[in-house]
């Protein structure tokens, strides 16, 4: 399948799954981007980044308190980078 089908296929199939709620919550938040310029797009991007690896950072913490701060860096390091996506 070639990936513009493919993309499209996806697409129609999420929005199936949504709930109306749902398809209105996601409808108001893709206005919103769309009305931010780039670099506000960027800046939301690298604090949604930051949040995720903190996020990730106290999760590890959290459940092996033993480790080092370099040993919780290496497993975000590790979950971002492996982490299989769709």
């Keep these: 399948m070639r990936a513009r089908s493919r993309n499209a296929f996806v697409s129609t199939m999420v929005a199936k799954a949504l709930s109306e709620h749902e398809r ?9 981007y769309r009305a931010m310029t780039l670099q506000q797009r960027i800046e ?10 903190r996020l990730l ?7 092996h308190p033993e480790w080092t701060e370099a040993q ?3 497993a975000v390091a590790d979950r971002i980078l492996y982490t299989k996506t769709g």
């Design 24 to 32: 209105a919550a996601q409808a108001h938040q893709s206005a919103i």
């Design 44 to 53: 939301q991007a690298l604090r949604m980044n930051a949040t995720m690896r």
């Design 57 to 63: 950072a106290m999760g590890f913490q959290n459940r």
């Design 72 to 74: 919780i860096r290496r």
